[in-house]
């Protein structure tokens, strides 16, 4: 059991009469990128949201390194080294990469002034970790300067910088070009070389398929496939199963 | 090294030359007056009080707000402040009531925008209207002397003396000036308004508390008005009903000439200082180039409207 970072079990969550999840089981291990699929309305979103602690269940546990955990929340979440890098990015794109870095959890010392050779030499750092090798960047950049896969790499280098151990990337790769999204591809990449753990959402296969290990497939609120990478010949195959599971309604275990 | 100086300080650079073709403009027009130190002596006299309101102008408007209810601020600070000395109360507490009802105006404004969901525009220009007809109510439009009870008080030396050559009104305008300066490039305080201004809905999603940092600008302005509510009693030894209202456009222009943009997110209170000494030499330079008063607003006019065209050249560009 020690080996999940997290564990769902059982959850099931309704809104109204929509049951937007049903007896969902789903776990992420250590170093593990799990690529959680689904059409719109299948519960990714749902799913994400009861990690980051933003939605309570209403029935179902939920296990952090082993452990059950009750009145989970986001800053609980936060504080089990659980971070989400929204679909927005949450970026203020007129300043610079180090001040995105560190928005709302500034590094500050006598009397409340940041510590800015700190902020800039622990940004740099980042970027540097991250793979920005560009000399054209530096922390001081303006982030509307970067393109939209930069701009997601900052907003992954400030969930890493606060020693996340599990990164949920929601649709990171919406609307960005295919250069870009192999930057993504790339920083998550190098989330799992530093040992944490990502969720990645998308509803697009090709995209999930080349950097996640294992695939969880949500169809209107049910685990409907779950299936580890060598259990999936190519993304081509994946394809084949979501149709099958679309037009049939069938679970592939 | 130098590159990136001017890369990080174009807006202030950039309202610097402004100011600096302008001096250099009215010197050639007129060089007796303007390389005479007795003017900038004069100048020096009023400019302060612009100054002191125009830094935290800085702060409400790079959080993607705006305040035209400071003038009627300073007038209702002015009032408690002479009224306390009016009444012969310690001059100490004068200050601090100044100082109090300042902050408490500029709260209020902050909570009318953030937890009312006012627009900062109109709830502003309301306050400014209502704060005024308070002040004209009570003091039924009279003014309330003070040269008795001030002429020979360390209050009115510590305001409005001289240290020197230099007033010290100005001294305190420095002093303001640059902890605005601190507070907007080097702190906490400063990066979350920015952040703020910048996309509201990315830094309540960071954490902050945008609702916190917008009220505590306007609690900024308020401090700011109840110094320059002391400030002008001590000059003027009377306190007048429109204590304050002059301040509003010249104010507000001088952060714009400054280089500080409307739509929030950035903002330079350097460029702020510089701004004011642009707006503020403007009247003293066309009377003295020998023109007629009659071309004072053309100028200001024709100032702000080649300094935004300036900045809107020289910003950086976006790929």
Same mark, same amino acid.
């Given at each position: 059991?020690?080996?999940?970072?997290?564990?769902?079990?059982? $959850?099931?969550?309704?809104?109204?009469?929509?049951?937007?999840?049903?007896?969902?089981?789903?776990?992420?291990? #250590?170093?593990?990128?799990?690529?959680?699929?689904?059409?719109?309305?299948?519960?990714?979103?749902?799913?994400?949201?009861?990690?980051?602690?933003?939605?309570?269940?209403?029935?179902?546990?939920?296990?952090? #390194?082993?452990?059950?955990?009750?009145?989970?929340?986001?800053?609980?979440? #936060?504080?089990?080294?659980?971070?989400?890098?929204?679909?927005?990015?949450?970026?203020?794109?007129?300043?610079?990469?180090?001040?995105?870095?560190?928005?709302?959890?500034?590094?500050?010392?006598?009397?409340?002034?940041?510590?800015?050779?700190?902020?800039?030499?622990?940004?740099?750092?980042?970027? #540097?970790?991250?793979?920005?090798?560009?000399?054209?960047?530096?922390?001081?950049?303006?982030?509307?300067?970067?393109?939209?896969?930069?701009?997601?790499?900052?907003?992954?280098?400030?969930?890493?910088?606060?020693?996340?151990?599990?990164?949920?990337?929601?649709?990171?790769?919406?609307?960005?070009?295919?250069?870009?999204?192999?930057?993504?591809?790339?920083?998550?990449?190098?989330?799992?070389?530093?040992?944490?753990?990502?969720?990645?959402?998308?509803?697009? $296969?090709?995209?999930?398929?080349?950097?996640?290990?294992?695939?969880?497939?949500?169809?209107?609120?049910?685990?409907?496939?779950?299936?580890?990478?060598?259990?999936?010949?190519?993304?081509?195959?994946?394809?084949?199963?979501?149709?099958?599971?679309?037009?049939?309604?069938?679970?592939?275990? | 090294?130098?590159?990136?100086?001017?890369?990080?300080?174009?807006?202030? =650079?950039?309202?610097?030359?402004?100011?600096?073709?302008?001096?250099?403009?009215?010197?050639?027009?007129?060089?007796?007056?303007?390389?005479?130190?007795?003017?900038?002596?004069?100048?020096?006299?009023?400019?302060? @009080?612009? =100054?002191?309101?125009?830094?935290?102008?800085?702060?409400?408007?790079?959080?993607?707000?705006?305040?035209?209810?400071?003038?009627?601020?300073?007038?209702?600070?002015?009032? &408690?402040?002479?009224?306390?000395?009016?009444?012969?109360?310690?001059?100490?507490?004068?200050?601090? /009531?100044? !100082?109090?009802?300042? /902050?408490?105006?500029?709260?209020?404004?902050?909570?009318?925008?953030? %937890?009312?969901?006012?627009?900062?525009?109109?709830?502003?220009?309301?306050?400014?209207?209502?704060?005024?007809?308070?002040?004209?109510?009570?003091?039924?439009?009279?003014?309330?002397?003070?040269?008795?009870? @001030?002429?020979? &008080?360390?209050?009115?030396?510590?305001? /409005?003396?001289?240290?020197?050559?230099?007033?010290?009104?100005?001294? *305190?305008?420095?002093?303001?000036?640059?902890?605005?300066?601190?507070?907007?490039?080097?702190?906490?305080?400063?990066?979350?308004?920015?952040?703020?201004?910048?996309?509201?809905?990315?830094?309540?999603?960071?954490?902050?508390?945008?609702?916190?940092?917008?009220?505590?600008?306007?609690?900024?302005?308020?401090?700011?008005?109840?110094?320059?509510?002391?400030?002008?009693? &001590?000059?003027?030894? =009377?306190? *007048?009903?429109?204590?304050?209202?002059?301040?509003?456009?010249?104010?507000?222009?001088?952060?714009?000439?400054?280089?500080?943009?409307? *739509?929030?997110?950035?903002?330079?209170?350097?460029?702020?200082?510089?701004?004011?000494?642009?707006?503020?030499?403007?009247?003293?330079?066309?009377? &003295?180039?020998? @023109?007629?008063?009659? *071309?004072?607003?053309?100028?200001?006019?024709? =100032?702000?409207?080649?300094? !935004? @065209?300036?900045?809107?050249?020289?910003?950086? %560009?976006? %790929?």
């Amino acid at each position: 059991m020690g080996d999940y970072i997290v564990e769902l079990r059982n $959850i099931s969550k309704a809104f109204g009469k929509t049951h937007a999840l049903t007896d969902v089981n789903f776990r992420v291990g #250590r170093a593990e990128v799990v690529g959680l699929i689904g059409d719109n309305g299948a519960g990714k979103s749902t799913l994400i949201k009861i990690i980051s602690g933003v939605i309570a269940p209403d029935s179902g546990e939920i296990y952090i #390194r082993g452990k059950k955990v009750d009145n989970w929340s986001v800053a609980a979440a #936060r504080r089990a080294g659980i971070e989400t890098v929204y679909q927005d990015k949450a970026l203020a794109e007129q300043q610079t990469i180090a001040r995105n870095i560190f928005m709302g959890r500034e590094l500050t010392g006598f009397l409340g002034f940041i510590r800015g050779k700190d902020a800039y030499n622990e940004a740099n750092r980042l970027m #540097r970790d991250i793979g920005f090798t560009s000399k054209v960047f530096s922390p001081d950049s303006i982030v509307a300067t970067l393109s939209g896969g930069e701009k997601q790499g900052v907003a992954i280098a400030r969930a890493l910088y606060f020693d996340a151990t599990l990164i949920i990337l929601d649709e990171p790769t919406t609307a960005l070009s295919l250069t870009e999204s192999e930057k993504v591809f790339g920083f998550v990449r190098q989330i799992k070389q530093r040992g944490c753990s990502a969720i990645f959402i998308s509803h697009n $296969i090709y995209h999930v398929y080349d950097v996640a290990d294992r695939f969880v497939i949500l169809d209107r609120g049910r685990v409907v496939m779950s299936a580890e990478k060598h259990e999936v010949p190519s993304a081509d195959q994946l394809v084949k199963d979501l149709q099958d599971i679309a037009r049939t309604g069938r679970r592939i275990e | 090294m130098l590159s990136r100086f001017i890369d990080r300080n174009r807006r202030p =650079i950039s309202a610097f030359v402004v100011l600096a073709v302008l001096l250099i403009a009215f010197t050639i027009a007129n060089p007796k007056v303007f390389l005479n130190p007795q003017l900038y002596t004069a100048v020096f006299t009023s400019l302060p @009080l612009s =100054i002191i309101l125009a830094v935290p102008l800085v702060f409400v408007i790079a959080a993607g707000e705006i305040d035209l209810a400071f003038p009627s601020v300073v007038g209702v600070a002015a009032w &408690a402040c002479a009224l306390v000395i009016q009444a012969g109360g310690n001059h100490l507490f004068a200050v601090l /009531a100044a !100082l109090s009802v300042g /902050a408490l105006a500029g709260l209020l404004n902050g909570l009318l925008v953030t %937890r009312a969901k006012l627009s900062s525009l109109v709830s502003t220009l309301g306050m400014n209207f209502l704060l005024r007809g308070l002040i004209n109510l009570g003091s039924r439009g009279e003014g309330i002397p003070l040269t008795a009870q @001030l002429n020979d &008080a360390p209050f009115r030396f510590i305001f /409005a003396g001289e240290l020197g050559p230099i007033p010290t009104q100005m001294l *305190w305008a420095i002093a303001f000036a640059i902890v605005g300066v601190l507070l907007f490039n080097y702190h906490k305080f400063g990066a979350q308004v920015c952040c703020v201004g910048d996309n509201q809905e990315s830094a309540r999603e960071m954490g902050i508390n945008v609702e916190r940092v917008r009220t505590l600008t306007y609690v900024y302005v308020g401090i700011a008005a109840g110094l320059v509510a002391i400030l002008s009693n &001590a000059l003027n030894l =009377i306190f *007048w009903p429109n204590t304050g209202d002059g301040f509003l456009l010249s104010t507000l222009a001088a952060v714009f000439v400054g280089g500080t943009p409307t *739509w929030g997110g950035v903002g330079t209170v350097t460029g702020a200082v510089i701004g004011t000494f642009t707006v503020g030499f403007v009247t003293t330079g066309i009377i &003295a180039a020998g @023109l007629t008063g009659f *071309w004072t607003q053309f100028f200001y006019g024709l =100032i702000i409207i080649l300094s !935004l @065209l300036g900045h809107r050249f020289n910003q950086p %560009r976006y %790929r």
